[in-house]
């Protein structure tokens, strides 16, 4: 996620290393040249062993490969379900989340019940919220992160993977908000005043937790005004001053009612 509020993917690895913790079986692997590939049959535990190596020395793709050869060489071995997960979580640290989310689901779609499910739909929710773009795009991928981190928090409420969810999920949200400022200034500066109340409208109901949600009461006193609807406009002034009486948005309100009331145009 391209900001500066974002949670570091220092969580995430203390997340993995408690996952790896249980998905390894701490078999030292040997060393590999060079010449070594995906597709050479080796024996689970060797491959394995191999792929974790490959992902602690920084090489996660590779790691990817070589865990996906554990399931496609070995199916049935209790290996195979291990490295899946830990597939997944090497295409996130390569920052190949698309696959890191196939992985997990493809996980998560063989073994519902298994005690690492939580750890899987974490790491789903970690690689669509990873590529959430700034408000001025489309916000498909935004809702994907909601529904993903909203999933987490359902499924596992009292999870150390639901606590950084719910903080996630915030910043989201927040996100989400924005974007409908944006639209809904857009439509205000046009003078499609109806347009922009019902953007303005849906930040003060879905999100009103956000930072925007004191701008938002502020833009509707705003276009009542300019729609001619005095009372609505001072209905939102007055949810403003009692919610955010320190706000400057709250001041402006109050200017502006004042101006209106006055005969005063204000820019």
Known sequence: MTTNTRSPLKFAFLAAAAASTVLTAGC????????????VARDVETLYAEAKRRLDNGDPLLAAALFDEVERQHPYSPWARR???MSSFSYYVARDYNKSI??????????PGNRDAPYAYYLISLSYYEQISDVTRDQKITEQAKAALTEVIRRFPNSEYASDA?????????????KEMEIGRSYERAGRWLSAQIRFQNVVDNFQTTSHAPEALFRLTETSLALGVRE???????VLGTNYPGSKWYDRAYDLIQDHASGVTAS
Not at 102 to 111: D, E, K, V, Y
Not at 166 to 178: E, F, I, Q, S
Not at 232 to 238: F, G, R
């Open 28 to 39: 030292a692997g040997r060393s590999s040249g060079p010449e070594d590939t995906a597709y």
């Open 83 to 85: 490295a899946q997960l």
């Open 102 to 111: 196939q992985s997990a689901q493809r996980f998560l779609s063989i073994h």
């Open 166 to 178: 719910r903080l996630k999920l915030d910043l989201v949200n927040d996100h989400l908000a924005g």
């Open 232 to 238: 609505e406009a001072v209905k939102y002034a007055s």
